[in-house]
């Protein structure tokens, strides 16, 4: 080791931070991604894949900027780089033997023996490259080497072997993402093969990756009435027990047009987290649905993966709203508060944008009906599912042991001590369980069945504080006679 006298200095690098983690609000995300720059790419069709960070998706699916083209990329930087939150599942429609077309002859200038194809979604293997009359054609990795760049798009490096030229004809298919419909999205179960695609892959997720499905979207589609509707199918009883939460976009220029395209529509479910308008974050445009979605994941993460606190409210780092023209669209909060009494969650500026609405799609303050607490309470409803799905994963190794007092005493004690400690830390009002024996006749017990009744009491959002001021004349005449 060297003798040192002095001063020195040492640089660490930058540490970035990672994203939180929360089991309780893992996200299924279904759109497209630029799987042209990953190796087996069709091997990324209709897979179903865990991810934790910015690095693995790109890894996965590859990443490109232009989110109205490939979705899954959006759901990535709002995830992994703004709000830094984690796990996600992402499922990718966009096929690339399916979804592509084909551009031939097209003339590429070629400066010191290098081109750039200014264009994203290259396949390519399917890649052709010949001179600049279209005559002869190159041999790869023998005239020339092609790659993406950090943009990617294609590089292509002429070899020394061929004399120095201006240009160069080349042909090739791309990734063409309009061509992917909402049938794809959809998708369903082939019984030729036992197959399933698109939002029929929900019920693979818990058995294949050991994760309960949350919250589903498909920022860029769940717009579409028919999507929607087989959004919130999927969203109940997954596997035949787990319920989770549906975080939609509605369509509209106007706070006027997207209610009326709600009501049109009949995104009216107690599942379902309707969105209006869009998020933009410095120059990129982002369905509202993939914010609304991670912000509740971020509130999840931040409270121990509780989903007691609704995300209305909480800051998010977005520039500003935009309708579907990319038209800047102003919100205060009482224009904000007339879609949220049709069950809309939006934004407003206060001190800097906030997630604003607290019901679900279900809700419309115009009707009658009292909505029950319990199904209008984005946190209620949220916390209902997941109060339900873990007790099913808590006691699942319960099912098929004898009917016996030990057995019914375990699970009375374990979710009575619970719901006690949930209570205490104030997450819930009070929770208890019981077994009751007018609710397990004796027929019952020989066939298999117990049945427990669990009364819980959740902790509705203060939507509204009220502080009624009154001018006291007799507080302004002590002031002034000091008192006397």
Known sequence: MPYNHGISILENPTSIEQPVETLSAVQVVFGTAPVNLVADSTSKVDKPILLRSLEEAKQHFG???????????EA????????????????NVLDPKVHKKNVPDSSITITNKTGVIN???I?????????????????????????????????????SIIPDINSVKVDFDHLDPALVTSSEIIGGY????????????????FPTLNVVPNILLAPGFSHMPEVA??????????????????????????????????EDNHFVDKSSIPCWPRAKIGKKVLNYSTVVASAYARRNA???????????????????????????????????????????????NMRGWRIWGNNTAMFDADLPIIADPKDRFIPVRRMFDWWGNSFIQNFFDSLDGPISYRLIESIVDSENIRSNGFQASGVIAGAKIEFRTIDN????????KIQFIQKVGFFTPAEEIVNVLEFDPTILEASLTGGE
Do not use: H
Request: aromatic share 8%; proline share 2%; hydrophobic share 40%.
């Open 119 to 121: 264009k994203e979604g």
């Open 123 to 159: 396949i390519l293997d399917s890649l052709v490259v010949k001179d600049s009359t279209g005559v002869t054609t190159y041999v790869k990795n023998t005239d020339y080497i092609a790659g993406f760049n950090d943009d990617g798009k294609v590089v292509i490096s002429i070899l």
């Open 190 to 205: 082939d019984a030729t093969d036992n197959s399933y695609s698109g939002l029929e892959l929900t019920k693979t997720i």
């Open 63 to 73: 990443y490109s900027n232009d989110f109205k083209k490939f979705t899954l990329c």
């Open 441 to 448: 006749p004796i027929n019952n017990i020989l066939s298999g």
């Open 302 to 348: 931040d409270d121990d993966g509780i989903s007691y606190r609704s995300a209305s409210n909480m800051k998010v780092p977005i520039s500003c709203m935009v309708n579907e023209e990319g038209k800047e669209v102003f919100l205060d909060q009482v224009e904000a508060n007339v879609l949220n009494a049709k069950g809309v969650v939006t934004a407003i």
């Open 229 to 262: 509707a087989v959004l919130v199918a999927k969203s109940y009883k997954i596997n035949g027990c787990f319920n989770a939460t549906n975080v939609l976009d509605l369509s509209g220029k106007t706070k006027e047009e997207a209610l009326t395209f709600k």
């Open 76 to 91: 990535m930087f709002v995830n992994f780089e703004v709000l830094k939150v984690s796990p996600l599942v992402f499922v």
